[in-house]
């Protein structure tokens, strides 16, 4: 499913559980009623979707990574995230990520519960994450200009 076009408009999460279940790459499997009315989009549009369907281009990917990295070794991760609505306007919450495991103790897929940020953090948050995407954009531009044989030829020159 196609992601639509962010708009500059915000919904404001008030309250009460969003719940979110996955399997073990990030596939949408259950949605609660509030998540559903906050995202937008029905069971039938959420369920087997990845869960990168609510991304918002304003998240750094580093927190992502973080996450996956963290809840793959079986513990929890908690952060602030901004997501995309089905209509680009955008919410934000904080959103914990817990591990779920089977009869045989095997990590089987992972469960998100997610409340409505502190306003006094998010502000600092938010500029934490703009100073991250620039960043982020900046190693980008570096990669694209400066090939990786360029890279290693500089540090034998420097090193000889
Ligand atoms: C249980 C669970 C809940 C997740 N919840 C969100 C979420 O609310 N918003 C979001 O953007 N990504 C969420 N993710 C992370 C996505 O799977 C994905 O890594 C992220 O959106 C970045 O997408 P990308 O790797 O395609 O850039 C969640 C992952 C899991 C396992």
């Given at each position: 499913?196609?992601?639509?076009?962010?708009?500059?408009?915000?919904?404001k999460?008030?309250?009460?559980?969003?719940?979110?279940?996955?399997?073990?790459?990030?596939?949408?499997?259950?949605?609660?009623?509030?998540?559903?009315?906050?995202?937008?989009?029905?069971?039938?549009?959420?369920?087997?979707?990845?869960?990168?369907?609510?991304?918002?281009?304003?998240?750094?990917?580093?927190?992502?990574?973080?996450?996956?990295?963290?809840?793959?070794?079986?513990?929890?991760?908690?952060?602030y995230?901004?997501?995309?609505?089905?209509?680009?306007?955008?919410?934000w919450?904080v959103?914990?990520?817990?591990?779920?495991?089977?009869?045989?103790?095997?990590?089987?897929?992972?469960?998100?519960?997610?409340?409505p940020p502190g306003e006094i953090t998010l502000e600092e948050i938010k500029?934490?994450?703009?100073?991250?995407?620039?960043?982020?954009?900046?190693?980008?531009?570096?990669?694209?200009?400066?090939?990786?044989?360029?890279?290693?030829?500089?540090?034998?020159?420097?090193?000889?």
């Amino acid at each position: 499913m196609q992601r639509p076009a962010p708009i500059d408009i915000e919904m404001k999460f008030e309250g009460g559980n969003m719940i979110t279940e996955t399997d073990l790459k990030g596939k949408i499997i259950y949605a609660n009623r509030l998540f559903m009315e906050m995202s937008g989009y029905s069971k039938d549009e959420l369920i087997g979707q990845p869960h990168s369907l609510i991304r918002h281009p304003d998240m750094p990917k580093c927190c992502f990574r973080t996450m996956w990295e963290t809840v793959k070794t079986g513990e929890a991760w908690e952060g602030y995230v901004k997501n995309l609505r089905k209509d680009g306007a955008y919410y934000w919450v904080v959103v914990t990520v817990t591990p779920k495991y089977n009869e045989e103790k095997e990590l089987c897929g992972f469960i998100a519960v997610r409340k409505p940020p502190g306003e006094i953090t998010l502000e600092e948050i938010k500029a934490k994450y703009q100073q991250m995407i620039e960043s982020e954009a900046c190693q980008r531009e570096e990669n694209i200009f400066i090939p990786e044989d360029f890279i290693a030829n500089e540090e034998f020159i420097a090193v000889s």
